[in-house]
């Protein structure tokens, strides 16, 4: 796993952590395919909003 892998993981975390059960309906209720590139999704938005505090900061 490279570095940026990790910390992709790391913030994917955090952010999960925050979430609440009712976040997780339309989630589960999705299918695996939605499920799949919904976490894609967020975790490629997660690094980006990281990088971009990297440059602003």
């Known amino acids: 796993?490279?570095?940026k892998e990790r910390k992709i993981e790391e913030?994917?975390?955090k952010w999960n952590a925050g979430m609440k059960d009712e976040d997780y309906k339309?989630?589960?209720s999705a299918s695996k395919e939605a499920q799949e590139q919904f976490v894609k999704q967020?975790?490629?938005d997660l690094w980006r909003m990281y990088v971009r505090g990297?440059?602003?900061g």
């Open 1 to 3: 796993m490279t570095d």
């Open 54 to 56: 990297f440059e602003k």
């Open 42 to 44: 967020r975790k490629e």
């Open 26 to 28: 339309d989630f589960k």
């Open 11 to 13: 913030l994917w975390a």
